[in-house]
Protein backbone atom coordinates (compact mmCIF):
# COMPACT_ATOMS: atom_id res chain seq x y z
CA UNK A 1 0.00 0.00 0.00
CA UNK A 2 2.96 2.20 1.19
CA UNK A 3 4.79 1.49 -2.76
CA UNK A 4 1.11 2.26 -4.42
CA UNK A 5 1.28 5.71 -2.56
CA UNK A 6 5.02 6.78 -3.19
CA UNK A 7 4.74 5.91 -6.98
CA UNK A 8 1.37 8.13 -7.07
CA UNK A 9 3.33 10.85 -5.17
CA UNK A 10 6.24 10.32 -7.61
CA UNK A 11 3.68 10.90 -10.77
CA UNK A 12 2.15 13.51 -9.24
CA UNK A 13 5.37 15.18 -8.77
CA UNK A 14 6.36 15.08 -12.24
CA UNK A 15 3.05 16.18 -13.95
CA UNK A 16 3.32 19.51 -11.84
CA UNK A 17 6.30 20.90 -13.92
CA UNK A 18 3.80 20.20 -16.36
CA UNK A 19 0.81 22.24 -15.03
CA UNK A 20 3.30 25.14 -14.25
CA UNK A 21 4.39 25.63 -17.69
CA UNK A 22 0.80 24.99 -19.44
CA UNK A 23 -0.74 27.45 -17.51
CA UNK A 24 2.28 29.93 -17.56
CA UNK A 25 2.27 30.02 -21.24
CA UNK A 26 -1.85 30.17 -21.30
CA UNK A 27 -1.60 33.06 -18.86
CA UNK A 28 1.12 35.07 -21.16
CA UNK A 29 -0.40 34.34 -24.30
CA UNK A 30 -4.04 34.85 -23.85
CA UNK A 31 -3.56 38.29 -24.10
CA UNK A 32 -2.08 39.39 -27.67
CA UNK A 33 -4.32 36.84 -29.34
CA UNK A 34 -7.36 38.30 -27.81
CA UNK A 35 -6.36 42.15 -28.40
CA UNK A 36 -6.25 40.69 -31.81
CA UNK A 37 -9.33 39.42 -32.16
CA UNK A 38 -10.68 43.07 -30.63
CA UNK A 39 -8.79 45.46 -32.07
CA UNK A 40 -7.38 43.60 -34.59
CA UNK A 41 -3.83 44.17 -34.16
CA UNK A 42 -1.29 43.25 -30.77
CA UNK A 43 -0.42 46.12 -29.08
CA UNK A 44 3.72 47.49 -28.66
CA UNK A 45 3.83 46.88 -25.16
CA UNK A 46 2.81 43.00 -25.79
CA UNK A 47 5.77 42.78 -28.08
CA UNK A 48 7.99 44.82 -26.24
CA UNK A 49 7.34 42.59 -23.12
CA UNK A 50 8.31 40.01 -25.50
CA UNK A 51 11.18 41.78 -27.06
CA UNK A 52 12.82 42.51 -23.36
CA UNK A 53 12.37 38.60 -22.88
CA UNK A 54 13.37 37.32 -25.84
CA UNK A 55 16.86 39.35 -25.80
CA UNK A 56 17.93 38.31 -22.49
CA UNK A 57 16.80 35.05 -23.70
CA UNK A 58 19.20 35.80 -26.52
CA UNK A 59 21.83 36.45 -24.27
CA UNK A 60 21.53 33.43 -22.19
CA UNK A 61 21.88 31.24 -25.54
CA UNK A 62 24.92 32.65 -27.18
CA UNK A 63 26.57 32.16 -23.59
CA UNK A 64 25.27 28.26 -22.41
CA UNK A 65 27.72 25.79 -22.80
CA UNK A 66 25.98 23.78 -25.72
CA UNK A 67 27.30 22.96 -29.57
CA UNK A 68 27.25 26.12 -31.46
CA UNK A 69 24.51 24.89 -34.08
CA UNK A 70 21.67 24.27 -32.08
CA UNK A 71 22.11 27.81 -30.48
CA UNK A 72 22.47 30.06 -33.25
CA UNK A 73 19.25 28.19 -34.77
CA UNK A 74 17.58 29.33 -31.10
CA UNK A 75 19.37 32.64 -30.74
CA UNK A 76 18.18 33.73 -33.99
CA UNK A 77 14.85 32.66 -33.51
CA UNK A 78 14.88 34.65 -30.30
CA UNK A 79 16.07 38.11 -32.49
CA UNK A 80 12.20 37.83 -33.96
CA UNK A 81 11.48 41.35 -31.65
CA UNK A 82 14.55 42.60 -32.59
CA UNK A 83 14.25 42.43 -36.02
CA UNK A 84 10.53 44.14 -35.59
CA UNK A 85 12.50 46.68 -33.71
CA UNK A 86 14.88 47.28 -36.27
CA UNK A 87 12.23 47.44 -38.74
CA UNK A 88 10.37 50.51 -37.04
CA UNK A 89 13.25 52.50 -36.94
CA UNK A 90 14.12 52.12 -40.75
CA UNK A 91 10.57 52.66 -42.01
CA UNK A 92 9.76 55.16 -39.42
CA UNK A 93 9.94 57.41 -41.94
CA UNK A 94 8.09 55.93 -44.87
CA UNK A 95 4.90 56.09 -45.57
CA UNK A 96 4.28 53.49 -48.18
CA UNK A 97 2.33 50.45 -47.33
CA UNK A 98 4.19 47.96 -48.73
CA UNK A 99 6.85 49.46 -45.71
CA UNK A 100 4.20 49.05 -43.38
CA UNK A 101 2.79 45.80 -44.50
CA UNK A 102 6.31 44.51 -44.02
CA UNK A 103 6.49 45.61 -40.49
CA UNK A 104 2.90 43.80 -39.25
CA UNK A 105 3.96 40.96 -40.70
CA UNK A 106 7.26 40.58 -38.79
CA UNK A 107 5.44 42.14 -35.62
CA UNK A 108 2.97 38.82 -36.18
CA UNK A 109 5.56 36.93 -36.50
CA UNK A 110 7.35 38.09 -33.67
CA UNK A 111 4.77 37.54 -31.57
CA UNK A 112 3.15 33.99 -32.68
CA UNK A 113 6.23 32.63 -33.28
CA UNK A 114 7.97 34.74 -30.62
CA UNK A 115 5.81 34.39 -27.54
CA UNK A 116 5.77 30.35 -27.05
CA UNK A 117 9.31 29.70 -28.59
CA UNK A 118 10.47 32.72 -25.70
CA UNK A 119 8.44 30.94 -22.99
CA UNK A 120 9.85 27.72 -23.97
CA UNK A 121 13.56 29.01 -24.00
CA UNK A 122 12.86 30.26 -20.83
CA UNK A 123 11.09 26.99 -19.18
CA UNK A 124 14.43 25.21 -20.45
CA UNK A 125 16.65 27.76 -18.51
CA UNK A 126 14.55 27.52 -15.50
CA UNK A 127 14.44 23.91 -15.39
CA UNK A 128 17.05 22.91 -17.68
CA UNK A 129 16.10 19.03 -17.58
CA UNK A 130 12.32 19.77 -18.46
CA UNK A 131 12.20 19.28 -22.31
CA UNK A 132 14.63 15.87 -21.92
CA UNK A 133 12.68 14.59 -19.34
CA UNK A 134 9.43 15.12 -20.70
CA UNK A 135 7.52 12.80 -23.23
CA UNK A 136 7.46 14.08 -26.52
CA UNK A 137 2.90 13.48 -26.37
CA UNK A 138 3.22 15.55 -23.32
CA UNK A 139 4.79 18.72 -25.39
CA UNK A 140 2.41 18.19 -27.96
CA UNK A 141 -0.40 18.44 -25.35
CA UNK A 142 1.21 21.65 -24.01
CA UNK A 143 1.31 22.75 -27.44
CA UNK A 144 -2.45 22.04 -28.50
CA UNK A 145 -3.58 23.26 -24.99
CA UNK A 146 -1.85 26.10 -25.72
CA UNK A 147 -3.10 26.87 -29.46
CA UNK A 148 -6.44 26.16 -28.38
CA UNK A 149 -6.70 28.96 -25.65
CA UNK A 150 -5.05 31.35 -28.50
CA UNK A 151 -7.48 30.63 -31.17
CA UNK A 152 -10.62 30.86 -27.90
CA UNK A 153 -9.02 34.25 -26.75
CA UNK A 154 -9.36 35.63 -30.22
CA UNK A 155 -12.56 34.40 -31.07
CA UNK A 156 -13.32 35.86 -27.44
CA UNK A 157 -12.19 38.80 -29.14
CA UNK A 158 -14.09 38.72 -31.80
CA UNK A 159 -16.88 38.45 -29.68
CA UNK A 160 -16.30 40.84 -27.41
CA UNK A 161 -19.17 42.81 -27.78
CA UNK A 162 -21.66 39.98 -26.64
CA UNK A 163 -20.28 39.59 -23.09
CA UNK A 164 -18.18 42.56 -22.34
CA UNK A 165 -19.16 46.94 -22.28
CA UNK A 166 -17.32 49.29 -23.25
CA UNK A 167 -17.79 50.60 -20.25
CA UNK A 168 -15.54 47.00 -19.26
CA UNK A 169 -12.62 48.17 -21.37
CA UNK A 170 -12.64 51.96 -19.81
CA UNK A 171 -12.49 50.78 -16.19
CA UNK A 172 -9.60 48.16 -17.10
CA UNK A 173 -7.69 51.39 -19.02
CA UNK A 174 -8.46 50.32 -22.60
CA UNK A 175 -9.65 52.07 -25.22
CA UNK A 176 -13.18 51.02 -26.22
CA UNK A 177 -13.00 48.92 -29.26
CA UNK A 178 -15.29 49.22 -32.26
CA UNK A 179 -18.61 47.88 -31.82
CA UNK A 180 -18.06 47.29 -28.05
CA UNK A 181 -21.99 47.20 -26.27
CA UNK A 182 -22.44 50.46 -24.02
CA UNK A 183 -23.01 49.87 -20.61
CA UNK A 184 -26.37 49.58 -19.68
CA UNK A 185 -28.41 52.80 -18.33
CA UNK A 186 -30.97 52.48 -15.60
Request: hydrophobic share 55%; glycine share 6%.
Amino acid sequence: MHADASSTDEKRRRDVPVGVVMVGIAAIAWWPAFTLGVWGEIFFDDVLALWAASTAAFVFVLVEKRPVGARLARAFLLLLPTVWLVLNFAVADESTDIAILIVDIVALLAVLAGIPFTLWVLIGIVWPDFAHETRTSTKWLIALVILGICAASYLLGLNQEHFLTCEDFAISGKSAPPHCTPAPTG
